[in-house]
């Protein structure tokens, strides 16, 4: 039971470089969630998914795009890197029901640095 | 103002002391409340949830008043390994979305 994983653990791009981040959790949540993590800001949410085939914007959705193709994995995409998307990138999956108490459980984070 | 706000500290605590921090929210309509710990280049974990009634958990305290907007985490008979960054965390129930607190960093030093 790996919990909550994420790849890459790191990497660098170059400005107006795309990439995807991978998340993939095997406790069966149905709720998924990706953070984005910087100095004095705690984590801010950037998407998140309430089911397999479903997703919504969260407080800083612009730059970035996500898809739930599949109930254990959860992609973000970055069309076209800029230096602020430089940060630690973290995701989350929980699963309600519990009543509003759900804990989440996150990743281990993926630093990306945007040059 | 932010959502959930919190005094970054850091708490510099003689180990074996007792430490106590709050965090403000904003929105009188949060639901749920957590505190979660996070350690340097880590991902946060959960600490513990936070009930009307304060609750306990070993050496940690956690209350909440609704009147006045604030969580508290007290921590009793420092560890060094308490060392760590607590977050603040407040659940509106909208599709369950947490909002973060900035932290509280908390040094325990021998």
């Known amino acids: 039971n790996a919990g909550v994983t994420q790849t890459p653990k790191f990497r660098v791009l170059k400005t107006g470089q795309s990439m995807t981040l991978l998340c993939a959790q095997d406790?069966?949540?149905?709720?998924m969630y990706w953070y984005r993590q910087d100095p004095g800001m705690g984590l801010r949410l950037i998407h998140y998914s309430v089911g397999e085939g479903t997703t919504a914007k969260g407080e800083v959705p612009d730059g970035y795009n996500v898809s739930r193709l599949k109930k254990q994995n959860f992609l973000l995409g970055l069309e076209s890197a800029a230096p602020s998307q430089t940060s630690v990138y973290f995701c989350?999956?929980?699963?309600?029901?519990?009543?509003?108490?759900?804990?989440?459980?996150f990743g281990p984070g993926t630093r990306l640095t945007v040059l | 103002r932010k959502e959930v706000e919190q005094d970054p500290g850091p708490f510099n605590v003689p180990e074996g002391a007792t430490v106590a921090f709050n965090c403000t929210y904003s929105?009188?309509?949060?639901?749920?409340f957590f505190w979660y710990r996070q350690d340097c280049r880590k991902e946060p974990k959960l600490l513990m949830s936070v009930y009307s009634s304060g609750n306990e958990d070993g050496r940690f305290t956690a209350q909440l008043n609704r009147a006045s907007q604030y969580i508290s985490l007290l921590i009793r008979d420092s560890k060094l390994s308490d060392s760590a960054t607590y977050l603040c965390?407040?659940?509106?129930?909208?599709?369950?979305?947490?909002?973060f607190g900035g932290g509280t960093r908390v040094l325990v030093k021998p």
């Open positions: 989350a999956s929980s699963n309600p029901g519990q009543g509003a108490r759900d804990t989440q459980y």
């Open positions: 965390v407040v659940n509106k129930a909208a599709g369950n979305k947490l909002t």
């Open positions: 929105n009188s309509a949060s639901q749920s």
């Open positions: 406790m069966n949540h149905e709720y």
